[in-house]
């Protein structure tokens, strides 16, 4: 069955042309052994993105140290395609990574990376399955730059501070930015947890980011009774502040 | 062996005598003296504090007269062994008493002979002494250890396993651009990887930091860019090795790597009154995931600079809207060809 096996279609992205040459000369050592092409090369998580919107792969080999959005971040962007390619981390040195990987099962390359070693991996391609979303989620050690948007086949980034407020409908969450509303498939929870420093919660179903808050105004309630509403920038829609968060109002009010 | 035993035992030395840090810490020892013995003398604090102006008529102009000595002799006293470097100092002393003792009697009058201050004065001569004898050997493990900090703190691993592997991918399309980089990596392991308690000339540093750059240089491409500024560097001064690659080496990580777009690292050293200045500037994103790194280099740096000059050097460190600063100022000393 190996034998007849269409040839792995192989991504890199690294931030380093050096490494990214490397890679090549290796993937050229391996092809004798594990027939695979390569799709395609990028130097930044946004550019692979572009990449892997217009090709399928069936792996791609990640660098973790990369400028503006990190190899973690990529995986995780990259679980919203159709159909995610498996993922290779390869990191000079990350104590914290490497532990992580260790208790995730996640595969990865210590560079300079051996042929041998890079050999092993891609054989292992066609029967592992590509990283998990909860275990992705842990190796991340800060807050995503971006959220991603699955928009026709596409994955649209959007950058965390364009972001006005989200808003959880149902099982989705609205994504709102001055100018676009995005549809996202993630818990609330889980959001707030992420991004506890620059966004707030006022509604059980809405948080808002602290630096678009304008101000409050006082609206009236339909029992006759009065309710706070948050006034954003860039956005006309005026958010209820649940009685519970009425805290909040005092505490973004005085700055 | 003798010798490498000899190399880590402490041998008894005068303080340096041009040192500010030494100077206030003998204006500040003598003042506390005088004013401990007039607290003695008197039995109301108010008359501590007359007897302390009193007192100090006398002490001061002793001591003044003493600092201005010792930085003049400073270069003798420094090449004498050090039992009669002390002896001398003491007869020095209690020479300058006797000058001024003659010379203030027709307008202080004393009633004590002149061989009580004698003794007073050598009693807080050799006080002063063993003060800095006991002080050098308790700050020269600390030298010896700065080299380990030297060590410990350099050269983030990160930078190591990257280099090694860019220099990897050339070894097929470029083997002489690999064979350079193999070179400067090992000039740069081998300062990393020596005794560093003694201090190099600055030409020398900055050489090392040319070569640690276009290291950087190979991995990053034109992602990084370098702006010299050190035609009025004085390249004979002397200063701590490892004192600003260390600081560039920041500067790449928390600067230059974290940028999509290029971005340029600007490093100036001149000299000014007796000064030499090193001014290194990077571009700074404020971001919220990164390590300690950063602080520690800067502690290490600060006291290395602190154990070698004491209180003669500085360093600061500059946050503006979108660079990062560091600036050092050394005592410029030179290399002596004795």
Redesign the interface.
């Known amino acids: 069955m190996t034998e007849r096996q269409q040839p792995l279609r192989v991504v890199i992205v690294d931030d380093e042309a050096p490494a990214r040459n490397r890679m090549r000369d290796l993937l050229a050592e391996c092809a004798q052994a594990v027939p695979l092409v390569i799709e395609g090369e990028a130097a930044s998580g946004r550019a692979a993105l572009d990449l892997l919107s217009s090709r399928r792969a069936d792996v791609v080999l990640l660098d973790i140290r990369m400028p503006e959005m990190d190899g973690i971040e990529l995986a995780r962007h990259l679980q919203k395609l159709d159909r995610p390619p498996a993922v290779i981390f390869t990191t000079a040195y990350d104590a914290y990574a490497i532990r992580a990987f260790e208790v995730h099962a996640v595969d990865y390359l210590l560079k300079p990376i051996r042929a041998a070693r890079l050999r092993e991996a891609l054989a292992r391609v066609p029967s592992a399955p590509p990283p998990g979303a909860g275990a992705l989620r842990e190796l991340q050690t800060g807050a995503r730059a971006f959220l991603s948007a699955h928009e026709r086949g596409k994955i649209h980034l959007i950058p965390i501070e364009d972001v006005v407020y989200l808003k959880a409908e149902l099982k989705y969450v609205t994504v709102y930015t001055a100018q676009h509303a995005y549809l996202i498939e993630e818990p609330l929870t889980a959001l707030e947890l992420e991004y506890a420093v620059p966004f707030v919660r006022v509604h059980r179903n809405c948080l808002v980011a602290r630096k678009a808050v304008r101000g409050f105004e006082r609206a009236d309630g339909d029992g006759g009774e009065g309710h706070w509403v948050v006034l954003l920038e860039g956005c006309d829609e005026k958010i209820a502040v649940s009685r519970r968060q009425q805290h909040i109002v005092r505490e973004l009010g005085r700055q | 062996m003798a010798s490498i035993v000899n190399q880590n035992a402490y041998s008894s030395a005068l303080p340096n005598f041009r040192n500010l840090g030494i100077l206030l810490r003998i204006l500040l020892i003598v003042n506390v003296a005088a004013f401990a013995a007039a607290v003695v003398k008197s039995e109301t604090l108010r008359g501590a504090w007359i007897q302390f102006v009193e007192i100090s008529a006398v002490v001061e102009p002793l001591l003044i007269l003493s600092l201005l000595a010792l930085m003049l002799l400073n270069g003798v006293l420094s090449r004498m062994p050090y039992s009669l470097g002390v002896l001398a100092v003491t007869g020095l002393e209690l020479g300058l008493t006797t000058v001024l003792y003659a010379a203030g009697r027709p307008l202080l009058a004393p009633e004590s002979p002149l061989e009580r201050y004698w003794v007073l004065v050598a009693i807080v001569t050799l006080v002063l002494c063993a003060y800095f004898d006991l002080r050098g050997r308790a700050l020269s493990p600390a030298l010896a250890e700065a080299r380990l900090q030297a060590l410990q703190a350099r050269i983030?691993?990160?930078f190591?396993?990257?280099s090694?592997?860019?220099v990897?991918?050339?070894i097929?399309?470029d083997p002489k651009r690999a064979e350079v980089a193999l070179e400067d990596m090992a000039d740069l392991f081998r300062v990393l990887m020596a005794d560093n308690r003694e201090l190099t000339p600055l030409a020398r540093e900055v050489e090392l930091c040319r070569q640690y750059l276009n290291l950087e240089q190979?991995?990053?491409?034109e992602r990084l860019r370098v702006e010299w500024h050190i035609d009025n560097m004085p390249g004979d001064a002397l200063v701590p090795p490892l004192i600003l690659q260390p600081l560039l080496e920041n500067a790449v990580y928390h600067g230059i790597?974290?940028?999509?777009e290029p971005g340029s690292i600007s490093i100036n050293i001149y000299m000014a009154r007796e000064q030499v200045h090193a001014v290194l500037r990077n571009p700074y994103q404020r971001q919220?995931?990164h390590h300690a790194g950063n602080k520690m280099a800067l502690g290490n740096i600060r006291e290395r600079l602190q154990l070698h000059f004491d209180a003669e050097a500085s360093l600061t460190t500059t946050i503006s809207d979108n660079a990062y600063q560091v600036h050092i100022a050394i005592p410029y000393v030179r290399q002596r060809n004795s």
């Open positions: 983030r691993p990160h190591l396993f990257n090694l592997n860019a990897l991918s050339l097929r399309q190979l991995r990053l491409g790597e974290p940028r999509i919220g995931n």
